[in-house]
């Protein structure tokens, strides 16, 4: 089993930014990939950003790209999302998720795709005001 609990969420001025972290437990996830996903009010679970397991590949959704940074520190078990340049329209949760079937992606519809993680966290909010 693994766990994984997201933190760093909060109130922010559009423009603004935050830091989100998701440190799991139960297993180390160092040689797993892991992904950010995004889910607003009304609204499907949307894919935000992915690392692979040695933070060899990175992957963003184009609505992020240049704003975010998804980053990983084995060693502590923590994945890290750097989120700049913040819009009201990305007031959100955020989820944190860890594949264990396979520690790096083929392609971005590989790092995408929401089925294709095994553990998620509960989520932090992230909210930005106008």
């Known amino acids: 089993q693994v766990q994984l609990v997201e933190s760093g969420g909060g109130l922010v001025q559009a423009g603004g930014s935050l830091r989100l972290s998701c440190v799991a437990s139960?297993?180390?996830?160092?040689?797993?990939?892991m992904g950010w996903f995004r889910q607003a009010p009304g609204k499907e679970r949307e894919f935000v950003a992915a690392?692979?397991?040695?933070?060899?590949?990175?992957y963003y959704a184009d609505s992020v790209e240049g704003r975010f940074t998804i980053s990983r520190d084995n060693a502590k078990n923590t994945v890290y999302l750097q989120m700049n340049s913040l819009k009201p329209e990305e007031t959100a949760v955020y989820y944190c998720?860890?594949?264990?079937?396979?520690?790096?992606?083929?392609?971005?519809?590989?790092?995408?795709?929401?089925?294709?993680?095994?553990?998620w966290g509960q989520g932090t909010q992230v909210t930005v005001s106008s």
């Open positions: 139960g297993r180390t996830v160092g040689n797993h990939a």
């Open positions: 690392i692979s397991w040695a933070g060899a590949s990175t």
């Open positions: 998720a860890a594949r264990l079937t396979k520690p790096y992606y083929s392609d971005y519809d590989d790092a995408s795709g929401r089925g294709r993680y095994d553990y």
